[in-house]
Nanobody
Framework: QVQLVESGGGLVQAGGSLRLSCVAS????????MAWFRQAPGKEREFVAV????????SYEDSVKGRFTISRDNAKNTVYLQMNSLKLEDTAVYYC??????????????WGQGTQVTVSS
């Protein structure tokens, strides 16, 4: 069992930056791939980024490539999402997830409660 707690969300102007953090408790953090998803009002939850276990291979949704960076610190049981050049359309609740590598929600049995990111003009 893994418990996930996100933090770092907030209100930021377009073009600004935020860094989200997700701290995991429970066993074997390093054995899980870690991902970020987001859900905007009225929309489905969508994949944002994933980082593999052990050797930290990363993959991104096309609209965030070059702007967002996912990283992990296994010693701190923490995964990060650095978000730069934020756009209005990045506004959403951001969720951290733990599971096997993939882009589907079904690949991740463990989820955090979410943190709100709001980008203003």
């Amino acid at each position: 069992q893994v418990q996930l707690v996100e933090s770092g969300g907030g209100l930021v102007q377009a073009g600004g930056s935020l860094r989200l953090s997700c701290v995991a408790s429970g066993r074997s953090f390093s054995s899980y791939a870690m991902a970020w998803f987001r859900q905007a009002p009225g929309k489905e939850r969508e994949f944002v980024a994933v980082i593999s276990r052990f050797i930290s291979i990363t993959s991104y949704e096309d609209s965030v490539k070059g702007r967002f960076t996912i990283s992990r610190d296994n010693a701190k049981n923490t995964v990060y999402l650095q978000m730069n050049s934020l756009k209005l359309e990045d506004t959403a609740v951001y969720y951290c997830a733990a599971g096997s590598t993939g882009r589907s929600r079904q690949d991740y049995p463990y989820w955090g409660q979410g943190t709100q990111v709001t980008v203003s003009s």
